[in-house]
């Protein structure tokens, strides 16, 4: 069974860093394609940034040069590192682990960004 828990998230103003983590249990989490998605309030989930088991990463324009996906392997972990936040990144964060038919999700973890 697979469990994802995310963790790191909180209230920050803008400017600040969060770094979000992602602990997966119940897989082989290296074969795992995993990601970060979020939604904000009367918006669609949508993506953050994934990255493959092979380590290619992969971010929606937005956040490009202001956040930061990457994994451990060795702990089963994925991470979220956001800088220079701004209101707008305001959002519950989802972290997702996707491999062939699973497409599991964790419960999400709130970040909120004060201007």
């Known amino acids: 069974q697979v469990q994802l828990v995310e963790s790191g998230g909180g209230l920050v103003q803008a400017g600040g860093s969060l770094r979000l983590s992602c602990a997966a249990s119940?897989?082989?989490?290296?074969?795992?394609?995993m990601g970060w998605y979020r939604q904000a309030p009367g918006k669609q989930r949508e993506l953050v940034a994934t990255i493959t088991s092979g380590g290619t990463t992969n971010y929606v324009e937005s956040v490009k040069g202001r956040f930061t996906i990457s994994r451990d392997n060795t702990k089963n972990m994925v991470y979220l590192q956001m800088n220079n936040l701004k209101p707008e990144d305001t959002a519950v964060y989802y972290c997702?682990?996707?491999?062939?038919?699973?497409?599991?999700w964790g419960q999400g973890t709130q970040v909120t960004v004060s201007s």
């Open positions: 997702n682990a996707r491999r062939r038919s699973i497409d599991s």
């Open positions: 119940g897989i082989v989490f290296s074969l795992y394609d």
